[in-house]
């Protein structure tokens, strides 16, 4: 995505800054809430898998609010493409895994005969296919964007329409619209079987559509039909919301699990060690 207004550049660097700081301070929280604690690691290994990938792309939004707050791009090319694979990788692992999460919250209360089995595979499935399709418009199945000096985020080509099109609609099968079905059917099933209220169940499916909807219209619109000259706020919002869903995801798991958030409370007001469950 190109900004040529340096004011929009500035706010839109400011915005990344600030998503890349709450993200890491809620998985900062997490990952010291977790440390030494086997139950409760093996309880929320999906969870992890979430944080490393948020993680990850939060190293980008760092890489993408100083070239914000630059006046022009001050990265090569080579860097360009590299963030653009980074992105997409942690984009997917995040989406698998909070697809995963559903999966597995419904597990522990409803089916505990099949929490935790197989997946340590299942996790190696996630990032290596993951990793593979992010990796696949540096082999010609779809295209990266090229580095200007305007550019601010680097992602795919989608004024190439012709070179993403089978790649975004592809992508749009299997890491949203599946997910979005798995999500829905398996806290739907959550809250029938468990009969109690689960935030998880009726948060997670909604923020996620929220965020990642805009996105995935804007990419489909733009590599079939074409949307034209698109007002630079448009640009800005369906490119910031996918990255705001990084933020909030600690906060939100925290709230929606009593163990984790007391564990997370413990951190938070320096409990003692000899209180922490060994």
Not at 19 to 27: E, F, K, L, V
Not at 59 to 75: E, G, K, M, N
Not at 241 to 248: C, E, G, M, N, T
Request: glycine share 6%; net charge positive; charged share 15%.
């Amino acid at each position: 995505m190109e900004l040529h207004d340096s004011t929009i550049r500035t706010i839109f660097g400011a915005l990344m800054f600030l998503i890349a700081a709450t993200s890491m301070a809620g998985y900062a929280i997490y990952g010291l809430a977790i440390w030494n604690r086997k139950k409760l690691q093996q309880k929320t290994i999906w969870v992890t898998s979430l944080a490393m990938a948020d993680i990850l792309m939060t190293f980008q939004f760092i890489v993408v609010a100083v070239a914000s707050l630059r006046s022009t791009w001050p990265f090569g090319n080579f860097e360009c493409q590299v963030s653009a694979l980074i992105s997409l990788a942690g984009g997917f692992v995040a989406i698998a895994s909070i697809t995963w999460i559903a999966i597995d919250r419904y597990y522990q209360a409803c089916k505990p005969e099949k929490f935790g089995v197989n997946y340590g595979f299942f996790l190696g499935c996630v990032w290596f296919l993951s990793l593979l399709a992010a990796a696949l418009p540096a082999f010609g199945f779809g295209s990266y964007e090229h580095a200007s000096k305007d550019t601010v985020v680097c992602l795919l080509d989608l004024d190439d329409g012709k070179a993403n099109r089978g790649y975004v609609m592809t992508v749009a099968l299997i890491w949203f619209v599946y997910p979005v079905v798995k999500m829905f059917l398996y806290y739907h099933k959550l809250a029938q079987e468990s009969k109690s209220p689960h935030l998880v169940a009726r948060l997670v499916p909604v923020v996620f559509l929220l965020c990642y909807t805009p996105y995935a219209l804007f990419a489909a619109l733009q590599v079939t039909v074409g949307l034209g000259s698109v007002p630079v706020w448009i640009s800005v919002a369906v490119h910031l919301l996918p990255k705001l869903l990084s933020a909030v995801n600690p906060y939100i798991y925290m709230q929606s699990d009593p163990e984790l958030l007391q564990a997370c409370k413990d951190v938070i007001s320096w409990k003692s060690e000899e209180k922490k469950e060994k």
